[in-house]
């Protein structure tokens, strides 16, 4: 910098990485500038630092800060390093797409291998193209956002409850102790995958409820499993400063529960009638289904002064399509095709702390906020 501010040149654009002790230095600077005597003074300057140089011009025309992208690719078991070809696969698309990668860095190994691409010049149509492509071919989750303050200014995180923040289905759970699993999990699966109306489902459904008590709700309670790494993805948001909701198409017997134990800040679920401690069959009030969700999502971020650009819907099933629409970002987690085709991204591994790394969460960054809380 003290050579370039003898020349008389104007900065403007200046990046510097370090790789494992091999520091670059990259400065762009303005005209007019005589090339030759430029080059000349910066080897004299390497030369007596012992440093390497290269001066080139830009072209005419082009920018210093091209679009950049973020790619994020994460590996498809527990901690099972990516291969060559994985790697090979994703940078053979940034390059079809007419992108260089600038930088990648590991976000995580742990529970998954995570590694982030910064991405410059790429068409943005194509890359998702490419990337698709290579991401089908190596059965990866490859996410593809743009770089930048939007990215990391996410706050608002809101996840469906049944198969996404937990293992199960609440509802089967409760037909399994009123002895008609089988014929519940048959209509579940079908409205899941959008071939039902959500709520005629659903009331189809609970109407076999009937007759359940106290006891049955409560083994049922006892039988919900968070799913892994969910306790770790609320805990590191909330560290983070992020607000986190949920939104069910099951009831907040189980749901209200969830959100005491978790510190969420938001919960809305479906209720379910009693009478004289007994379950009638019904729902009560307006059922939370697809429209709904995406109503939620956007009070929630309302009440937080969030804009919706700002938010985080995590499903699988039909009815969180409208919501992973709605949002700044859509995840598809371990979701039916359906919501795979219409989400921002996937993850298809079990672990719902992996949505961390989409969001550019770094493995340390999670290590730091546990060590931080002490």
Do not use: W
Request: net charge negative; charged share 25%; glycine share 10%.
């Amino acid at each position: 910098m003290t050579t370039l501010d003898l020349l008389d040149v104007t900065v403007q654009d200046v990046e510097q990485v370090l790789v494992r002790g091999s520091l670059t230095l990259a400065v762009a600077v303005g005209e007019p500038v005589d090339v030759d005597e430029l080059t000349s003074v910066a080897e004299q300057a390497a030369r007596i630092h012992g440093l390497s140089v290269l001066v080139s011009p830009i072209p005419a025309g082009a920018s210093t800060r091209p679009r950049e992208d973020a790619v994020t690719v994460l590996g498809h078991g527990f901690q099972t390093p990516l291969s060559p070809a994985e790697l090979a696969a994703v940078a053979g698309g940034v390059a079809a797409a007419g992108g260089n990668i600038d930088r990648i860095v590991r976000l995580a190994r742990y529970p998954v291998y995570a590694y982030e691409f910064r991405v410059s010049g790429a068409d943005p149509l194509a890359l998702r193209t490419r990337l698709g492509q290579a991401a089908a071919a190596h059965r990866l989750d490859v996410a593809l956002q743009p770089a930048g303050l939007e990215r990391r200014a996410k706050r608002l995180v809101v996840l469906d409850v049944d198969s996404t923040l937990i293992q199960d289905e609440v509802v089967e759970l409760l037909a399994d102790e009123a002895g008609c699993g089988a014929e519940v999990r048959e209509v579940t699966e079908r409205a899941m995958a959008g071939e039902l109306d959500f709520e005629s489902a659903l009331r189809e459904r609970v109407r076999r409820l009937a007759g359940l008590g106290a006891a049955e709700l409560e083994r049922a309670r006892a039988r919900v499993r968070l799913t892994p790494g969910a306790r770790t993805f609320v805990r590191t948001l909330k560290r983070l400063g992020f607000s986190v909701g949920i939104v069910s198409g099951g009831f907040t017997h189980f749901t209200d529960p969830l959100a005491r134990e978790l510190g969420l800040d938001h919960a809305v679920a479906n209720v379910l009638e009693v009478r004289d401690g007994r379950l009638t069959g019904e729902v009560l009030g307006q059922v939370v289904d697809r429209a709904r969700k995406a109503e939620l999502l956007a009070e929630f971020a309302a009440t937080e002064g969030i804009p919706l650009s700002q938010t985080v819907a995590v499903g699988d099933g039909a009815n969180d399509l409208d919501m992973i629409a709605a949002a700044g970002l859509g995840v598809a987690f371990n979701a039916r095709p359906v919501v795979q085709q219409a989400a921002d991204t996937t993850v298809n591994v079990p672990y719902l702390d992996a949505v961390l790394f989409v969001l550019g969460v770094t493995r340390d960054e999670v290590e730091a906020a546990d060590a931080s809380d002490g």
